[in-house]
């Protein structure tokens, strides 16, 4: 075992060794309650209770968490039981979730053990710290949720009580502040605030309506990305956003992928019609519109294509899981001679989106097939060594850390994710890029070589900026909405002082919009405070604020969103500052 093998196996003991002292806070505190299960899980751990009647509040979680600390104080270790069935049995009568379980083990003909420290036991696989009394110290219960027992809504709904603890009080904290970072940088609770996006239930969930200050945010990256991949030598295509079924026989989405797409629309002469989950099938008939030779390739066709997938209700989340997005998608057709270096340089072009964006935290997650899961995965052996070979040279040109997960790939071959991490500590899984050696053929995609034979191309999928959903959602998260000046909705609030300033401040407003900035001009009969207030939780860049000093001298007086103050400036030094700092993209 590695050490960061055995860090996790022990944050995992720590975990589900404090939902055994929560368990036996619970039924010191409310003795009638029935216990089920408590697992650790990511970041903590949780305890699912029926409660009976009594209704269980976040407010209770002091009285709770002190009885935690004075138990732990006699629990010296987790010692070992093993039981009978029937002695299993006798030690939860009237409790039909443990009689549940203890049934269900002894028909798997497992052994049945009680872990028992201080005055509480509890039935349990194993899987405890040693010390209980000196580790478990630096825990906080953080919500309680409606949980049904063993995730069936038929089931009786159970109280879950959430908690997390670390091995230190500074772990522990820093945990905790970013838990409340997190909470104020939700980009629903932004989106909603900042007017940047909403979902109506009219329209239907999952489908994003970009309001007008996010769609600012939503071009601004488009027509960055056009460029950018232009100068990267990517051609621009644009396809439709239904399709023939046939297609997606052809790339094997059918019947692989239907439950994740939409259902069909069938015509009248019988032909079904389907929403497009993805571009690439489109693409490929891009390549296949004519002949190819090898002088063409690489042959990188780009596209900010639409594409809709059947999501679960339960699994959508804002703009991170969506059934309608707009990706920044693109396939490369080249040999397979070219297939490294061609990822090597997408994997290049994401680096640079990244540190224009100022982020700084991203790893690599290399998906592999679980060889065993032949139902899964497509192709042959050779093919998926092959492309799995390829992707791994490319990744040791580039200084991106990487970590493998069996069991994810496509169906038809491993993918590499970029995951990347937002100011808050969380993680978002933004790209998916792929060496494809399968589709090539399934589609019959060819290109005359050199030697005027026929060969197969290789095809690179990638989406450096995910979809506009999704990468947009990150983006609050990650600056918590004071956005650098290039992406900020409103650019510059004028606000004037008085009324008498209110001529300037609209010379100064077009003066302003001439030169291409966003601007809003502040001319409600409201207070200074009051003005700079609102322009404040709107987030906005700068503030302009004009009164008599800045009408006479012809300037204007500058007030940063971090509260800092500037100026007084010329309005021409004023303007080529922001368009300098807009046009290096700057992060403030
Ligand atoms: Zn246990
Ligand atoms: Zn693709």
Known sequence: ??????????????????????????????????????????????????????????????????????????WNGFEKNEVTEKGAKD?????????????????????????????????????????????????KLLSVAGAYWRGNEKNKMLTRIYGTIFSTKGDLYKYLKNLELAKLHDHRKLGKELELFAISDEIGQGLVLWLPKGNFIKEEIENWAKTTETEWGYQRVTTPNITKSGLYFTSGHL???????????????????????????????????????????????????????????????GLMRVRGFVQNDSHIYCTQGQAVEEFVQVMKLHEFYYKSLGIKDYYLELALRDPENKKKYHGNKE???????????AVKRVDIPMVEKAGSAAFYGPKIDFIIKSSTGREFGISTNQIDLFMGDRFGLK????????????????????????????????????????????????????????????????????????????????????KIRDAQKEKVSYMLILGAKEVETKTVTVRARSGEAYGPYSIETFISNICQEIAQKTIN
């Open 1 to 74: 075992m590695n050490k960061s093998e055995s860090n996790q196996e022990y944050s995992e003991h720590l975990r589900h060794s404090c939902a055994h002292l929560l368990a036996a806070a619970v039924i010191e505190l409310w003795p009638g309650t029935l216990r089920t299960i408590g697992p650790a899980i990511e970041n903590g751990f949780y305890y699912d209770f029926d409660f009976g009647d009594v209704k269980i509040s976040e407010e209770d979680f002091k009285k709770i968490e002190e009885k935690m600390h004075e138990l732990v104080k006699s």
């Open 91 to 139: 030690a939860y009568i009237g409790n039909q979730y443990k009689i549940e379980l203890i049934e269900e083990f002894s028909k798997e003909k497992q052994k049945l053990t009680f872990y028992k420290s201080g005055a509480y036991s509890d039935l349990c696989r194993g899987g405890h710290i040693e010390n209980p009394s000196k580790e478990l110290k630096h825990f």
């Open 255 to 317: 019947p692989y992928y239907k439950a994740d797409m939409y259902p069909p629309m069938t015509l009248d002469d019988g032909e079904e019609y389907y929403l497009k989950p993805m571009n690439c099938p489109h693409h490929h008939m891009i390549y296949k519109n004519r002949p190819r030779s090898y002088k063409e390739l690489p042959l990188r066709l780009a596209e900010y294509g639409t594409c809709y997938r059947y999501e679960a209700s339960g699994e959508l989340f």
């Open 383 to 393: 093919m998926w060594v092959l492309a799995e070979k390829l992707m791994r040279e």
């Open 447 to 530: 290109y005359v070589d050199k030697d005027g034979f026929e060969k197969t191309p290789v095809i690179i999928h990638r989406a450096p900026l995910g979809s506009h959903e999704r990468f947009i959602g990150f983006l609050i998260e990650h600056f918590g909405g004071n956005f650098p000046t290039w992406l900020t909705p409103v650019q510059v609030k004028v606000l004037p002082i008085t009324d008498k300033h209110l001529h300037y401040a609209k010379s100064v407003s077009e003066k302003l919009k001439e030169a291409g900035i966003r601007v809003e001009l502040d001319d409600r009969n409201e207070r200074l405070q009051a």
